[in-house]
């Protein structure tokens, strides 16, 4: 006896035939995001926590947050920056904004916008002339760029980490450092 050999219309017949088991369907609803906080957007305004142009927008829309208007403001900037940066990202080009934000005393920096760009290089300055004019230099940390440290501490411990103005202020410090560890007094034979 031969087997009975099944034509291959009729196997593919019989294998669409056969009943499949459930396979799990995708949602078409989306991942529900929880609503954003007060302490999201408490965050967020200290540069704890990056946002999405959308997360701020919500921010904005949402009145149960009660947004001081400082803080209103400071979001309305955040959105400006990250859709600006979004733009240029996905059009591969230069920024024209940008020119407008420094001319304003802008900078732009990892993490946000810093305000007021012009006080870090003021006190750059000061502190790089304070250490180049030192008669007894003392490395490291020397009394004669101490009153910078003070600032750039201070700014640091009020901003937060995670701020525009504690980065600014860290690159500050860090350039000083170098400097006044690059700053030797020159020996000019003289004996004091």
């Known amino acids: ?6 034509p291959a219309v ?12 459930e396979e799990a369907k995708p949602a ?10 007060r302490d999201d957007v408490t965050a967020i305004i200290h540069g704890k926590r990056s946002a999405t142009p959308e997360e701020l927008q919500e921010i904005l829309s949402t009145k149960d947050l009660k947004l001081s208007e400082f803080e209103r403001n400071q979001i309305s900037v955040d959105v400006t920056v990250t859709m ?12 024209p904004s940008s ?9 732009v920096t990892p993490l946000g916008l810093l305000a007021d760009r012009a006080w870090y290089q003021k006190e750059l300055q000061a502190a790089t002339k304070a250490i180049a ?3 007894r230099h003392v490395t490291p940390q020397c009394a004669c760029w101490r009153e910078a440290r003070a600032s750039l501490y201070s700014i640091r411990e009020l901003f937060g980490e995670r701020s525009p103005e504690s980065w600014a202020a860290l690159r500050v410090w860090e350039a000083l450092e170098e400097i006044e560890l690059s700053s030797r007094p020159e020996r000019t034979g003289i004996a004091e």
Request: charged share 25%.
């Open 10 to 21: 009729e196997i593919i017949y019989r294998e669409l035939a056969r009943p499949k088991p």
């Open 1 to 6: 006896m031969t087997p009975h050999v099944l």
């Open 84 to 95: 600006s940066q979004r733009a240029r990202q996905v059009n591969g080009r230069e920024d």
């Open 28 to 37: 078409n609803v989306a991942a529900v995001k929880p609503p954003l906080t």
């Open 99 to 107: 020119k407008l934000i420094h001319d304003l005393g802008y900078a």
């Open 133 to 135: 004019a030192c008669r």
